[in-house]
């Protein structure tokens, strides 16, 4: 019964050493691309984002959500974003305040 057990524990350590045998192989070369590919769009996202929170940040000071009927722009960006009112309210209140951080901003708009 000792030796079956230990044999089984053997496969269990071969079988998950296995991957590293692959290093190099086609499966790590598109693993490495679809890396690269995540991160880039990752960038693109953080880049919209920022465009999106220069949109809102300017709704707001234009009071555009009062056009809307809406009690403030966090109210706005709920109802027509789809986004809780507690997430809302910190969206609005990050635009409002990247607009103060120039530098923080840019880096933003670049995707980093």
Do not use: Y
């Not at 044999?7 to 890396?35: D, N, W, Y």
């Not at 960038?43 to 300017?58: G, K, M, N, Q, Y």
């Amino acid at each position: 019964m000792q030796a079956a057990v230990q044999e089984l524990c053997r496969c269990f350590e071969v079988l998950s050493a296995a991957p590293k045998r692959f290093r190099g192989s086609l499966g790590i070369t598109q693993a490495s691309a679809q890396g690269d590919e995540i991160t880039e769009l990752a960038s693109h996202i953080h880049a919209a984002t920022c465009r999106w929170l220069d949109l809102v940040a300017e709704f707001d000071r234009r009071g555009g959500w009062a056009e809307w009927g809406c009690r403030s722009c966090a109210h706005f960006v709920s109802w027509r974003c789809g986004i809780r009112p507690v997430t809302a309210r910190e969206h609005v209140r990050i635009a409002n305040r990247l607009q103060e951080l120039p530098l923080i901003r840019a880096a933003f708009a670049e995707g980093a």
